[in-house]
């Protein structure tokens, strides 16, 4: 059998013996072939998973190393087992406790445990100690002769030790350190202890002498490292409110040639490292925390995200960063957006295949006005999704030539159907120098053009920001509403009815609440859902009112953002005419509120009311009517009428 020929042939010359020692010493071959001699799970109560230590062998020596996590599959599956022989396809050489480990990111199995049967050669322990100072105090077991090859005669015991890929294996030697010009420090202090690198570097950073770690490498696990990377990314200072109070953060994406990675500062943090670094220059960045990221706010391909601290230290790198790349995307196909969680950050590349006008929206929190557009993206799977743009942005955009836009960090949003939105970290890039948006340019200009294709961000009815336009009568018969979840449309009406009864009321003056307040013996104004009592209270609008076309009429609930659109005032205003009974002006602004045209999205949803279910229809956002646009969107709708 298959097995049994194996058995027979398989020895030490199947591995690239000596390809240990070389690459811990940082002159490793490329895709070294090794034997897996024992594997040991190892669970940490502070890991946010499952992690594999391994035994490898090159049949002269034996090294533990670590699995990468995104390869934890290959174990649980069984298809790496022990006595397989792998074939590494990239890896890094970490040093921790003053140890040694190869981290091995990416493996490919060339033979399983049961075929191979048993171990390869007869491997020593290969030990490579660093000392405290940084420079290395090698113990090495005395080498032993592998098994011949077929093709070329034994090794004799005065013969040097010669690895399977064609170079001697360099005797120990201690890292070469090289000499630099003085360098700029920023922030932290500049004492403290030597840290190791995790693969051989050009040299050693000036931060404290310490050598550089590649991105790729940083873990938990370790304290002592100095990156050196570029800036990507550097969105503005965002000032934040919760429950534990006010604050301020920061973020930048920083990239080397092993990867990419967020790192994010709070308060004086921030405030002290902000001002220090520029998109795309080089530093080094030596101290922080890291901790898992979160995908929500990073499209960062990087299991980690590196938290500053008081003792972070930033230096900027004048010399022997042009190898660095500027600028790093995980591209992922607009088609494959379905199956993305919802929340979560990607990057996006599509041709601009329709760019509507610019359109503005009341902000909930600080009820300013905010530029927006919806721009349609396209790519060769003949998908296409919505994705909105905000404030200069959306202004400065110009999509009448088709460009090609590279989105780094967009947010992914479901309603019923995809969407996407800029959020404070994203990147745009407009027909950037890369191959995927040559490839993409030239496929739309004699292909994409002129072919059909499928919108995410409308092929589930109802569902999505980028709604369905229906006249009223064509709501009632669609019968909607009546899911698990809202539907969504759009539509074209004129106001003919606003109720003014109660037009107002009380809220808590909180940025972050707009419940009801009511006002106790005190005179002051207590808040249920805070569970404060505040000296003072601000007004905020909620309303019907009744929509018409041509064919049927709906009525609408309107909140604050809406209503201020709708009466040209904000809710104070309405709530101090009310309070002085100045029904004169009061009555002028609810009459000139009526019959005007509108484009309204609408938020549809049954209802239970003693008993008895309806539909109750709320407007999520309106504008005046852009009659150009509206002519646009009339005749597209008639030549798709004619094409059926």
């Excluded at 171990?119 to 011949?148: D, F, H, R, T, Y």
């Excluded at 953060?249 to 001002?275: C, H, K, W």
Aim: proline share 6%; with cysteine.
């Amino acid at each position: 059998g298959r097995t049994h020929l194996l058995l027979w042939k398989m020895d030490a010359s199947a591995l690239s013996t000596g390809a240990i020692q070389a690459c811990v010493q940082g002159n490793g071959p490329p895709r070294p072939r090794l034997q897996v001699l024992g594997i040991k799970k190892i669970t940490s109560e502070k890991s946010t998973g499952d992690r594999f230590r391994l035994q490898l062998s090159d049949g002269i020596h034996y090294q533990p190393g670590m699995l990468a996590t995104q390869m934890n599959e290959k174990i649980t599956s069984n298809e790496l087992d022990k006595l397989c022989i792998i074939q590494v396809e990239k890896m890094i050489v970490n040093t921790v406790q003053n140890r040694k480990i190869m981290v091995l990111i990416n493996v490919t199995v060339i033979h399983k445990g049961s075929e191979v049967g048993s171990m390869l050669g007869q491997p020593k322990n290969l030990e490579i100690k660093m000392c405290e100072n940084g420079s290395s105090a090698q113990q090495i077991s005395k080498p032993q002769p592998s098994v011949p090859y077929n093709n070329r005669p034994p090794l004799g015991n005065n013969q040097p030790l010669r690895s399977t890929f064609g170079n001697p294996v360099p005797p120990p030697s201690a890292p070469i350190e090289h000499k630099t010009p003085p360098k700029k420090f920023y922030g932290g202090t500049t004492g403290g202890g030597g840290g190791f690198r995790a693969t051989p570097s050009s040299g050693k950073s000036p931060i404290s002498g310490r050598n550089v770690f590649p991105i790729a490498s940083l873990n938990p696990y370790q304290n002592k490292w100095t990156i050196k990377a570029r800036v990507t990314s550097k969105p503005n200072i965002r000032n934040y409110s919760n429950s534990r109070g006010e604050g301020r953060v920061m973020s930048v994406e920083l990239v080397d040639q092993s990867g990419e990675i967020r790192a994010t500062g709070f308060n004086e943090d921030a405030d002290r490292l902000y001002p220090l670094m520029e998109v795309n220059k080089v530093y080094y960045i030596s101290r922080g925390r890291l901790r898992p990221a979160n995908k929500q706010y990073t499209s960062c391909n990087n299991d980690y995200e590196l938290m500053f601290s008081n003792d972070t230290m930033v230096e900027e790198c004048f010399e022997g960063g042009s190898e660095l790349p500027s600028l790093s995307f995980n591209f992922v196909p607009i088609s494959d957006l379905e199956q993305t969680p919802k929340d979560n950050v990607v990057d996006v590349i599509g041709v601009c295949a329709n760019c509507p006008d610019i359109s503005t929206v009341i902000t909930r929190t600080t009820n300013k006005k905010l530029s927006k557009r919806d721009i349609t993206l396209l790519d060769k799977s003949g998908k296409s999704v919505q994705c909105t743009i905000w404030g200069t942005e959306a202004e400065g955009f110009d999509g009448s030539q088709h460009p090609v836009v590279a989105l780094k960090g967009v947010r992914v949003s479901e309603f019923n159907g995809v969407t996407l939105s800029a959020i404070n970290s994203t990147m745009l890039c407009l027909n950037p120098d890369i191959p995927e948006a040559h490839h993409l340019k030239g496929w739309y200009d004699n292909y994409g053009k002129d072919q059909q294709s499928t919108s995410l961000s409308t092929q589930m009815s109802f569902g999505s920001s980028q709604a369905p336009f229906l006249t009223f009568q064509q709501v009632k018969a669609a019968d909607i509403g009546r899911k698990e979840k809202p539907d969504y449309f759009n539509c074209k009406g004129t106001i003919t009815y606003l109720r003014k009864e109660n037009i107002v009321y009380k809220a808590c003056p909180s940025s972050d609440c707009n419940k009801k307040v009511s006002e106790d013996n005190s005179g002051r104004y207590h808040c249920e859902k805070c569970g404060q009592s505040y000296s003072d209270f601000k007004y905020r609008m909620i309303f019907k009112i009744s929509v018409s076309d041509y064919g049927d009429n709906i009525w609408l609930d309107c909140f604050n953002e809406a209503g201020v659109v709708i009466l040209g005032v904000d809710a104070q205003q309405i709530g101090e005419a009310k309070e002085k009974d100045d029904t004169t002006q009061f009555d002028q602004i609810i009459d000139e509120a009526n019959f005007k045209d509108y484009i309204l999205k609408v938020r549809a949803k049954m209802d239970t009311y003693n008993d008895e279910q309806r539909l109750r229809c709320s407007c999520v956002t309106l504008s005046p009517v852009n009659y150009a646009q509206e002519t646009r969107r009339r005749l597209e709708e008639i030549k798709s009428i004619m094409n059926k």
